[in-house]
């Protein structure tokens, strides 16, 4: 398990300032996260994941981020794309474990051809193919950003105990609930700092095409590393067929449930969670 202390840290790339948490010492692995949350996501699973590595866990521009980026940064999906391949790059990552969660951008790495930093991938229950925005908290999250306020009220609905369990807010995303605490840790920003908001209206405002999403999906049959796609078979936002077309498209992968769960598995089995990526990070 990991007993290092994390490291915040900061670094800038052409769109802006990425914090990152950083701990740990060895080969790199990149934990990501969805709209409106941020690295602690990550925080119940740190403690079954083996030492001897690097974690890092950047908190990318999606609404709980805690500096604004620059003005005119392009922050669409393959805006967003190339912010996580800037990252890797400027941190000069070389064979990283990125970690997928909810936001299923990073899987176009290798569509833009920006992937060569990347050495294996674990993929859990994330936007995938045609499902952008996903379900009905994605759709939701599309109408917010289209309104005067939206994302704003939208942050407000997270606070409030009762309406984070609808499905069109979080209720969908997790079998366990997620605590106050939480819930007002990743709505502050976009409450209380002035461009957070625009930030991910700038992102969640992006029109989607079918046929390129897709496209750009099925491009991860030219990733050559290995992969562990680690899915919950019950699930109404990620379709469960999705995580075993995911691994049956890169040549490389594994496929693994966490049953029980619904998008969130680092909230809603940490312990299993751990366990699979703690086996694929340390296989032969």
């Not at 991910?200 to 590393?225: Q, W």
């Not at 078979?233 to 067929?241: I, W």
């Amino acid at each position: 398990m990991t007993t290092a202390t994390p490291r915040r840290r900061r670094i800038e790339i052409s769109a802006g300032i990425i914090e990152y948490l950083d701990e740990g010492a060895g080969a790199p692995v990149v934990l990501l996260h969805g709209l409106f949350m941020d690295e602690r996501l990550w925080d119940p699973v740190m403690r079954y994941l083996p030492t001897g590595l690097r974690y890092l866990r950047p908190v990318l521009p999606l609404g709980a981020h805690r500096i604004p980026m620059n003005p005119g940064a392009d922050l669409s999906l393959t805006g967003l794309v190339h912010v996580l391949a800037d990252f890797l790059d400027a941190l000069d990552l070389q064979e990283a474990t990125l970690v997928h969660s909810d936001w299923g951008g990073g899987l176009f790495l290798t569509a833009i051809g920006r992937d060569e930093r990347v050495g294996a991938m674990v993929i859990l229950p994330c936007e995938a193919f045609d499902n952008f925005p996903p379900g009905l908290p994605g759709k939701m999250a599309e109408i917010a950003a289209r309104l005067p306020g939206g994302l704003t009220l939208a942050a407000r609905n997270i606070r409030s105990r009762l309406l984070r369990r609808l499905p069109v807010v979080f209720g969908w995303m997790t079998r366990q609930p997620i605590p106050d605490e939480l819930a007002r840790h990743w709505t502050e920003p976009a409450l209380s700092i002035p461009g957070i908001a625009d930030d991910l209206a700038a992102y969640a405002s992006t029109h989607f095409e079918s046929a390129e999403l897709v496209r750009d999906t099925e491009a991860l049959s030219r990733f050559d590393g290995a992969a562990l796609v680690l899915w919950s078979p019950d699930n109404r936002v990620m379709p469960p067929a999705h995580g075993h077309r995911l691994a049956e498209l890169i040549p490389g992968a594994r496929y693994a449930e966490i049953p029980g769960a619904a998008v969130l598995l680092s909230i809603d089995d940490p312990a299993g969670v751990g366990r699979e990526i703690s086996a694929f990070l340390t296989r032969s």
